[in-house]
């Protein structure tokens, strides 16, 4: 069955550079969530889209983006990288429904030196 | 909010031994609870989930969850650990929603199946 597809699956960026993650949801799941895992821990919320449209709001920094394509692929943008933006992204995809499966990509990760 | 705690960081079990991972959550409302479990620098992987209905949930590769409401507790087991077990589990809950709530995850227990 298909998965959820992320890319880059690996990433290294200097400080104050800008970075971009894709994510292409299973198909014809209709939300994406985006999460961020640091070293040694949990994986925290950024934010997700529903039908295009945001529909929650994590801790996503105010230097970070993120959008959802008519394709239904999602990117997040992220700029002026900080070393603490060092972390494994995850995006998963869903159909609406809190009782529904949410499903994770592999994830990428993003090294900033 | 919602919250889940993983009260053990690290769980140690023999091979062939039964093995339980704890989860308690906190919601308002009713919960939907999640097991994941992640391989090293790999995703996340769907275990199980509790929604409704049974409080004894079957998921994935044997591993089965109990739903104790009195106890806000959704704890994970195994009759028979194996070492390709080893890993690291999450548990997460929704909080109840007609729409897309995120899942709030626990911190984690990491699990060594001994041989």
């Known amino acids: 069955a298909a998965g959820v597809i992320q890319s880059p699956r690996h990433l290294i960026k200097e400080k104050r550079e800008t970075a971009t993650l894709k994510c292409y949801p299973i198909?014809?799941?209709?939300?994406v969530y985006w999460y961020q895992q640091g070293p040694g821990q949990d994986p925290q919320f950024l934010i997700s889209?529903?039908?295009?449209?945001?529909?929650d709001k994590g801790s996503i920094p105010d230097r970070f983006s993120a959008q959802q394509f008519s394709d239904y692929h999602s990117e997040l943008n992220m700029s002026s990288l900080e070393l603490g933006d060092s972390a494994l992204y995850f995006c998963a995809s869903s159909l609406r429904g809190s009782g529904n499966t949410i499903y994770f990509g592999e994830g990428s990760w993003l090294t900033v030196v | 909010a919602q919250s889940v705690a993983q009260p053990e960081d690290q769980v140690n079990v023999a091979e062939g031994n039964p093995l339980t991972v704890k989860c308690t959550y906190s919601v308002s409302g009713n919960p939907y609870l999640f097991w994941y479990v992640q391989y090293p620098n790999r995703g996340l992987q769907f275990l199980l989930k509790y929604i409704t209905g049974d409080n004894l949930v079957k998921g994935s590769y044997g591993f089965e969850a109990e739903f104790n409401k009195s106890q806000t507790s959704f704890h994970l087991k195994k009759p028979s650990a194996l070492v390709s077990d080893s890993a690291l589990y999450f548990c997460?809950?929704?909080?109840?929603?007609?729409?897309?709530?995120?899942?709030?995850f626990g911190k984690g227990t990491r699990l060594s199946v001994i041989a």
């Open positions: 997460a809950v929704r909080r109840w929603n007609s729409g897309n709530t995120p899942l709030v």
């Open positions: 889209f529903y039908e295009k449209m945001q529909s």
């Open positions: 198909p014809r799941h209709d939300t």
